[in-house]
């Protein structure tokens, strides 16, 4: 008894022309390869420089608070920021 193939022939064969035709570079050839390659990366660069500025502003805050500088748009912005 033989077991039959996960795909038909055909289908397998027309997948594999589609790869192997594609110009792209082997890791975006996929439908979700673009996510898992280029999105994720970013937005985890993006998250670790947010993380990085946001305490060097906050303490800048601090030495101006000390000065008398009105902060009523910082600390709205800062009480969102902590949420």
Known sequence: ?????????????KQQNYFQNLTKHTYLKGRYDVITSVAIPLALAASSMFMIVRPWSL?????????????????????????
């Not at 910082?74 to 949420?83: D, F, G, P, Q, Y």
């Open 59 to 83: 303490q800048h805050v601090s030495r101006d608070w000390e000065k008398g500088v009105n902060f009523s748009v910082l600390t709205s912005v800062s009480n969102w920021a902590w949420k």
């Open 1 to 13: 008894m033989t077991e039959a193939p996960f795909l038909p022939r055909e289908r397998l064969f």
